[in-house]
């Protein structure tokens, strides 16, 4: 079964700080890879997702993140974070193949942003 | 807003009771997924249907049952309900079987007293 890995819990910065969020995953086989935000008392939207081709991806609001197959890795970056930034952001993934439908989240990285 | 609606949005109910849990999938879509979010767990898997049918089982309880109706709106079932069931309900959409890509509806928020 895939797992996922989200090294920080809680990123504080200061606002136009840069960001990279770590997340890796274990599983030998193909995979889809997401991150999603979700603000304070909202639902999870989807940020940006690979699936295959350029390993560097850019999503919505900024962001990008980065394929490292050798290395099982998917970060997210930001160049320039703003205090609307702040929220809780997951890693998932689908691995393709197999009965696998779901997607499997990282515990989270909570980000605070002061302004 | 991602085309996924959910009711209610807060249900607030005692130990042993059984509550539904109502999930509308964005249009087109025939994948239906539900997750439970909670501070000890984070976020988990815990059941898909596809066009009508059981695809995949996650860590689901025994307590806890689905269902996906003909028109491709789902509800989930929980019941002898107890404190540890607390926490957000998530409902996901998708156009296929695999995804590939989720879209999440606002949650129900299940406090058990």
């Known amino acids: 079964a895939q797992s996922v890995s989200q090294h920080n819990h809680h990123v504080i910065l200061s606002e136009a700080a840069s960001l990279e969020l770590g997340c890796n995953y274990s599983?030998?086989?193909?995979?889809?890879l997401f991150w999603y935000v979700q603000y304070p008392g909202q639902h999870l939207q989807l940020l940006l997702k690979?699936?295959?081709?350029?390993?560097l991806v850019k999503g919505i609001k900024g962001f990008e993140a980065e394929f490292i197959k050798s290395k099982f890795s998917f970060n997210l970056r930001k160049p320039s974070v703003q205090w609307s930034d702040t929220a809780e952001y997951f890693c998932?993934?689908?691995?393709?193949?197999?009965?696998?439908?779901?997607?499997?989240f990282g515990s989270g990285t909570q980000l605070t942003v002061l302004p | 807003d991602s085309g996924v609606t959910q009711t209610p949005k807060h249900l607030i109910t005692a130990t042993g009771q059984r509550v539904t849990l109502r999930c509308s999938p964005r249009?087109?879509?025939?994948?239906v997924y539900w997750y439970q979010q909670s501070l000890d767990q984070g976020l988990q898997f815990l059941i898909q249907?596809?066009?009508?049918?059981?695809?995949a089982k996650g860590n689901i309880l025994e307590r806890f049952s689905a269902q996906q109706f003909p028109d491709l709106h789902s509800e989930l079932n929980l019941s002898s309900l107890e404190l540890g069931d607390s926490a957000l309900y998530f409902c996901?959409?998708?156009?296929?079987?695999?995804?590939?890509?989720?879209?999440f509806g606002p949650g129900t928020r299940l406090t058990v007293t």
């Open positions: 996901a959409s998708s156009v296929g079987l695999a995804g590939p890509e989720q879209y």
């Open positions: 249009s087109g879509d025939l994948s």
């Open positions: 998932a993934v689908n691995a393709l193949g197999g009965s696998a439908r779901q997607l499997t």
């Open positions: 599983y030998g086989g193909t995979v889809n």
């Open positions: 249907y596809y066009n009508g049918e059981e695809r």
């Open positions: 690979y699936f295959s081709g350029d390993p």
